[in-house]
């Protein structure tokens, strides 16, 4: 069992930068893929963003490409999602979610959920 909570949520004018963390337990985190995905009002949870057991492959959703960077520390078993330059459009609940062995291809593939921290971004 994986418990995954994020934090560095927050209010943030657009433009600004936001970078939110999220901390797995267990010995086993540099074994998990580990993806962001975020819900907005109204809307499916889409994919933001994903990152190998290394490290050494990410993989973004074309909204966020440019802006965002995916990134861990296995040691520390915290995986990290550096957003800058943030649009009203980027406001939502953002998740961390946990999948142990291949790639995910899928939202439903991951196994472990963390609790979401809202980030709001304002014009």
């Known amino acids: 069992q994986v418990q995954l909570v994020e934090s560095g949520g927050g209010l943030v004018q657009a433009g600004g930068s936001l970078r939110l963390s999220c901390a797995a337990s267990?010995?086993?985190?540099?074994?998990?893929?580990m993806g962001w995905f975020r819900q907005a009002p109204g809307k499916e949870r889409e994919f933001v963003a994903t990152i190998s057991w290394s490290g050494g492959s990410t993989n973004y959703a074309d909204s966020v490409k440019g802006r965002f960077t995916i990134s861990r520390d296995n040691a520390r078993n915290t995986v990290y999602l550096q957003m800058n330059s943030l649009k009203p459009g980027d406001t939502a609940v953002y998740y961390c979610?946990?999948?142990?062995?291949?790639?995910?291809?899928?939202?439903?593939?991951?196994?472990?959920w963390g609790q979401g921290t809202q980030v709001t971004v304002s014009s």
């Open positions: 979610a946990a999948r142990r062995g291949l790639r995910p291809t899928a939202l439903y593939e991951y196994d472990y």
């Open positions: 267990g010995r086993t985190f540099s074994t998990y893929y």
